[in-house]
T-cell receptor, first 110, second 113 residues
Framework: GENVEQHPSTLSVQEGDSAVIKCTYS??????FPWYKQELGKRPQLIID?????GEKKDQRIAVTLNKTAKHFSLHITETQPEDSAVYFC?????????FGPGTSLSVIP | DVKVTQSSRYLVKRTGEKVFLECVQD?????MFWYRQDPGLGLRLIYF???????EKGDIPEGYSVSREKKERFSLILESASTNQTSMYLC????????????FGPGTRLTVT
């Protein structure tokens, strides 16, 4: 089945710096790649997604890139702010399933 | 606005008890999912359902079963609770198709003693 790896598991950055989280997947049937943010004590919420026919997508300070050949995709957050502190999950979607990575705990230090 | 609700935020049960976790969504979504969330392991899929009375095993179905008698309700059942099932349980729902934004419930923190 699908296996999603995610790195790093923890990440600390200074406010204003950029943060990058990388994921790999194994099942070539996956063609939709969402990213979820989970703040402490809250439910995960979708923040951005990318489909396999697109290489990059941006939404304000957040961007995702996808290399379908290499089965890599990444989340980039620029000009980080304290409210970006959370756990971020990448996911791959073989057929109708959603398989999540283990998560990255991001801390933005003011 | 999609609402996914779960029957309890916190639950404490004894080893061997039968445990029911209920999830209800109000957006007429066909797909419903049960995950457990453990530190360092992310969200692991237990079971999912694409329609009423339909269920599919996820990655870690052992020790669990599910029931979907109505479209809006998806129940997770621990037949005989064990301490290694102590975890956060999250329910989610989505529309069918491959662009699957999942809407999550608030979670149930289950402790088995």
């Amino acid at each position: 089945g699908e296996n999603v790896e995610q790195h790093p598991s923890t990440l600390s950055v200074q406010e204003g710096d950029s943060a990058v989280i990388k994921c790999t997947y194994s099942d070539s049937a996956s063609n939709y790649f969402p990213w979820y943010k989970q703040e402490l004590g809250k439910r995960p919420q979708l923040i951005i997604d990318i489909r396999s026919n697109v290489g990059e997508k941006k939404d304000q300070r957040i961007a995702v890139t996808l290399n379908k050949t290499a089965k890599h995709f990444s989340l980039h957050i620029t000009e980080t702010q304290p409210e970006d502190s959370a756990v971020y999950f990448c996911a791959a979607t073989p057929y109708d399933k959603v398989i999540f990575g283990p998560g990255t705990s991001l801390s933005v230090i003011p | 606005d999609v609402k996914v609700t779960q029957s309890s935020r916190y639950l404490v049960k004894r080893t061997g008890e039968k445990v029911f976790l209920e999830c209800v969504q109000d957006m007429d979504h066909e797909n419903m999912f049960w995950y457990r969330q453990d530190p360092g392991l992310g969200l692991r899929l237990i079971y999912f359902s694409y329609d009423v009375k339909m269920k599919e095993k996820g990655d870690i179905p052992e020790g669990y079963s599910v029931s979907r008698e109505k479209k809006e309700r998806f129940s997770l059942i621990l037949e005989s609770a064990s301490t290694n099932q102590t975890s956060m349980y999250l329910c989610a729902s989505s529309r069918p198709g491959q662009a699957l934004e999942q809407y999550f419930g608030p979670g149930t923190r289950l402790t088995v003693t």
